[in-house]
């Protein structure tokens, strides 16, 4: 899990649902865990996606506006991210 500075809350996909991109949300961390779909655990991968564990291959997308999650069967998301970050 990915827990905020706080302690308590880690981030979640919201409802364990990656339709349309999911909504990316700080849930308590015992209550996501309890939900028992993974829509709180990650993992970084060998091409430095953020992936969900539990959830096939979706991985976290994110810019300057937004965080989503969309499904990533090869690394062009990482690609993708690594040229956000450098801009």
Do not use: W
């Not at 909504?23 to 865990?33: G, P, T």
């Not at 539990?54 to 690609?79: F, I, K, Q, W």
């Amino acid at each position: 899990q990915l827990v905020a500075s706080g302690g308590q809350s880690c981030l979640s996909l919201a409802s364990g649902d990656a339709v349309g991109g999911g909504r990316l949300v700080l849930q308590d961390c015992a209550e996501a865990m309890e939900a028992g779909d993974g829509r709180s655990t990650f993992e970084l991968t060998a091409q430095g996606q953020l992936k969900l564990t539990h959830m096939g291959n979706y991985c976290v997308v994110a810019s300057p506006a937004s965080a989503r999650v969309e499904d990533s069967p090869d690394t062009h998301l990482a690609t993708q991210f690594a040229r956000a970050r450098t801009h």
